[in-house]
């Protein structure tokens, strides 16, 4: 019965704001704010209960993980940054830790990744698959094309180029684009029909 | 009572409303179809194929599987994204939690924490399991997918996995865990174009695209079947009403 009156809630719940953003029914745009905003609200409690479950397992891994020096520095991390964002909310210590601290640290990190993309791509290129070959003769031809030099060669690349981008490539973006589309409406309407109920847990 | 035709010609979305009423149709249609038991048949997806596989392989050898969920928020615009990720997520958690061995998972979106426990918890008590894990073996990872590649580089490299579930929006920092970890079998998963570019050279088997959405319909849920029918019927109208509309504008008619 509680299931049942959970996916009840559900699918009207879903109809509602579904219907709310395509009618022009005020009273449907009011319900379906206020639902739209209390999913806000829950999201925002989550990140909460995500804090602690970072809290809880870096505790547990503190006392006993391979790694208990990484977790006692992020424990200690998370909390100094929390206790300067609750005591000087929009101050310039704040400001501090993310410009000359976080940004920093996730800048280095990003800058890795150029260099593992490229790992990745020798790796699949030496594999000799078809994928790979594909990956490898568009990515040649559009290095080539991007580069400035190359406009001093033959003057036209640019347009080639331009119309390569928009042409086959936005082409093959929006073919992609229009599959995931319709695949997203599928999953909503299978949530909407119930067939799928991730509330309530059940197969 | 107010009639639909006047509703439309306000401030609606007729369009996309009325697509959205041919797919439900068309979903409610071939869903009963497939709960009747009315044969559909299915390209093979390599992925789906091996995932089954990865199961008996992963209860063989009473080796662990990681999950990397990426950042995809149930309740936002990522919605299809995450649902596929809780999809993998339960198909595999119920073939393998009588195994003793967990399935541990790291997200980066808060929300998608309880949501993706609940969803383990649920699989392993269908598996028989008699005491379920409360779920504890998911963690969240921060909110940037950098921080969530790095957690799960660390639990990797500790727990030594037979294979890593990279699905949702992963972002690039997928990269970092193929490269790190090439004796773990990557299985990549991404609705995300610029994604599944990067994730096609990196993980061992990969599904972009739409595909990474129809898992349910290849994996258990013979249901999905309807809605995976549903959307290649939309698409064929599509495609004919976008051919129909480039010779129409090509020869003048409309536009």
């Not at chain 1, 503190?62 to 206790?83: C, D, N, Y």
């Not at chain 1, 981008?165 to 684009?177: D, K, N, Q, S, Y």
């Not at chain 2, 497939?34 to 596989?53: F, I």
């Not at chain 2, 990397?68 to 309740?75: H, K, Q, V």
Request: charged fraction near 15%.
């Amino acid at each position: 019965m509680r299931r049942i009156m959970v996916a009840a809630f559900a699918v009207i719940a879903g109809l509602l704001v579904c219907l709310g953003l395509l009618l022009p029914s005020p009273w449907l745009g009011r319900v379906a704010d206020l639902l739209l905003e209390g999913a806000l609200i829950l999201a925002a409690f989550a990140l909460l209960l995500g804090l602690l479950n970072v809290l809880r397992s870096h505790a547990q891994k503190a006392v006993k993980g391979p790694r208990r020096g990484q977790s006692i520095v992020l424990i200690v991390a998370l909390l100094l940054t929390l206790a300067i964002g609750l005591l000087f909310p929009q101050s310039a210590a704040q400001a501090w830790v993310f410009d000359y601290v976080y940004s920093p640290i996730q800048a280095s990190l990003g800058a890795l990744l150029a260099f593992v993309a490229l790992q990745a791509a020798f790796r699949a290129f030496r594999l000799r698959t078809v994928d790979a070959a594909i990956l490898l003769v568009s990515s040649l031809i559009m290095l080539f094309l991007q580069i400035p030099a190359t406009a001093a060669l033959w003057p036209r690349l640019g347009a080639v180029r331009d119309w390569m981008l928009a042409v086959p490539v936005a082409a093959g973006i929006r073919g992609l684009l229009l599959g995931i589309a319709l695949g997203t409406m599928a999953t909503a309407l299978r949530v909407l029909f119930a067939v799928d109920r991730p509330y309530t847990g059940e197969e | 009572m107010t009639p639909l035709v006047p509703l439309l010609s306000g401030n609606t979305e007729p369009i996309a409303l009325i697509v959205i009423l041919i797919l439900g149709a068309l979903v409610a249609l071939f869903t009963l179809r497939a709960r009747g038991g009315g044969r559909m048949a299915l390209r093979p997806l390599r992925v789906y194929q091996r995932l089954s596989e990865l199961c008996s392989q992963a209860t063989e050898s009473a080796a662990t599987v990681f999950a990397t969920l990426g950042s995809s928020a149930p309740e936002g615009s990522g919605m299809a994204s995450a649902q596929a990720a809780l999809m993998l997520l339960r198909f595999v958690g119920r073939n393998i939690a009588h195994t003793g061995r967990p399935v541990r998972a790291t997200t980066c979106d808060a929300a998608l924490l309880p949501a993706a426990q609940g969803t383990l918890t649920q699989a392993e008590r269908s598996d028989g399991l008699r005491h379920p894990r409360t779920g504890s073996q998911i963690s969240f990872a921060g909110p940037e997918p950098l921080g969530m590649a790095v957690e799960a580089e660390c639990a990797m490299a500790d727990d030594a996995p037979l294979a890593n579930l990279m699905v949702g929006d992963v972002g690039a920092e997928a990269l970092l865990l193929t490269e790190m970890h090439p004796g773990v079998i990557h299985y990549a998963g991404s609705d995300d174009p610029a994604d599944g570019a990067l994730l096609q050279i990196a993980g061992d088997e990969t599904v972009i695209g739409e595909d990474v959405l129809s898992g349910g319909a290849y994996l258990d849920r013979p249901m999905h079947m309807g809605s995976l029918v549903a959307q290649d019927t939309l698409r064929v109208v599509l495609m004919v009403a976008i051919l129909v509309g480039v010779v129409a504008a090509s020869i003048g008619l409309w536009g």
